[in-house]
C-alpha cells in the first residue's frame, strides 16, 4: 500500500453578511436610534426658537450680569409673569424711541421702592441683598424718595447703577419712571455669547414674594445633546459593526489556514 496521506480543513467562512453588518437586530435598534435622536434633535431646537428671542446688548448698564456686545436668550413671556428680580426686555418709546431695552425688574405694581438705607436698595421696607451688582458699588448714584409702584407698572434698574439710564432717569415723568407690565416682551434666561450659562437666582427678593421659575433652557439643552449622541451612535454602529466583523473574518481564516 502506498503510504495515503489524510489533510483536515476546517470550513471557510465567507459570511459577509448580517454578522458583517452586526445582525438585523442590531441594524433595527441602530435605525430607532438614529430615527429617535432626530426627533429629540430636531424638537429641541423647534422649542427652543418658540420659546426664545436672542438679543445682542449694546451697552455695559447691565455689567457685571450683561456686558456689552453679550448675546443672551430671552424666553417669551406675558408682562404678567414678571417678578421682582428678573433681567427683562423690553420697549416703552417714552424710554428709547423704536428699540429694546434690557433692565432688571426691582419692584412691581403696588411696591414701595427707595434708596438707599446702610447704603442698599429698599422695597416694602426691606433691604434687599444684590450681589448682582459690580463689587464695591452703591445700590444707586444717588439718593430718591419714596417711589410709589402704580398697578400694572414696574420699577427697573441697571445692574451698573453708575451709568444705568433706568427708572431713576424717568422719576420726573408721570409715571414716575415705572414701565407698564405689558411693555415686557422677554425675560432673559441665559447669556450664551461669551458663554456664561443661566443668569444666577435673585435670592434677595425671596422675602418679598415667589422668584419666576428658570425657563426650560436646560431641558432644551438636554434633548438637544441627547439627540445628538443617538444620531452619532446609531449612525457609527454599521461602519463599526462592518469593520467587527472583517477582523472574525480574517480571524477564521487565519485559523483555518492554520489547520493541517
Keep these: 500500500?502506498?503510504?495515503?496521506?489524510?489533510t483536515r480543513t476546517a470550513p471557510r467562512s465567507g459570511g459577509t453578511g448580517t454578522a458583517a453588518s452586526g445582525g438585523r437586530l442590531g441594524q433595527?435598534?441602530?435605525?430607532?436610534?438614529?430615527?429617535?435622536?432626530?426627533?429629540?434633535?430636531?424638537?429641541?431646537?423647534?422649542?427652543?426658537?418658540l420659546s426664545y428671542r436672542?438679543?445682542?446688548?449694546?451697552t455695559s448698564s447691565m455689567t457685571p450680569t450683561i456686558d456689552a456686545g453679550n448675546r443672551v436668550l430671552a424666553q417669551?413671556?406675558?408682562?404678567?409673569?414678571?417678578?421682582?428680580?428678573?433681567?427683562?426686555?423690553?420697549?416703552?418709546n417714552s424710554w428709547v424711541t423704536g428699540s429694546d431695552v434690557v433692565k432688571r425688574v426691582v419692584a412691581v405694581g403696588g411696591d414701595t421702592v427707595s434708596c438707599c438705607t446702610d447704603g442698599k436698595l429698599t422695597v416694602n421696607g426691606k433691604q434687599i441683598e444684590e450681589p448682582y451688582l459690580p463689587k464695591g458699588t452703591l445700590?444707586?448714584?444717588?439718593?430718591?424718595?419714596?417711589?410709589?409702584?402704580?398697578?400694572?407698572?414696574?420699577?427697573?434698574?441697571?445692574?451698573?447703577?453708575?451709568?444705568?439710564l433706568d427708572s431713576?432717569?424717568?422719576l420726573t415723568d408721570a409715571a414716575k419712571g415705572t414701565v407698564a407690565r405689558t411693555a415686557v416682551?422677554?425675560?432673559?434666561d441665559a447669556v450664551v455669547f461669551p458663554w456664561k450659562g443661566g443668569l444666577k437666582r435673585p435670592t434677595g427678593f425671596e422675602t418679598l414674594g415667589a422668584l419666576s421659575q428658570p425657563g426650560p433652557l436646560?431641558?432644551?439643552?438636554?434633548?438637544?445633546v441627547v439627540g445628538a449622541v443617538l444620531v452619532l451612535g446609531g449612525g457609527a454602529y454599521g461602519p463599526i459593526a462592518k469593520r467587527a466583523g472583517r477582523s472574525r473574518a480574517r480571524a477564521a481564516r487565519a485559523e483555518a489556514a492554520g489547520v493541517r
Design 1 to 6: 500500500m502506498g503510504g495515503e496521506s489524510t
Design 185 to 188: 416682551i422677554a425675560r432673559v
Design 168 to 170: 431713576t432717569a424717568h
Design 139 to 164: 445700590a444707586e448714584n444717588q439718593n430718591f424718595a419714596t417711589v410709589t409702584v402704580p398697578k400694572g407698572r414696574l420699577f427697573l434698574l441697571g445692574d451698573e447703577r453708575q451709568g444705568s
Design 76 to 92: 417669551r413671556v406675558d408682562g404678567g409673569e414678571v417678578r421682582r428680580g428678573d433681567v427683562v426686555v423690553f420697549r416703552d
Design 54 to 58: 436672542p438679543y445682542t446688548v449694546p
Design 28 to 49: 433595527r435598534l441602530s435605525g430607532v436610534a438614529v430615527a429617535l435622536g432626530l426627533v429629540l434633535f430636531l424638537g429641541g431646537f423647534g422649542w427652543a426658537a
Design 218 to 224: 436646560a431641558t432644551i439643552e438636554l434633548l438637544i
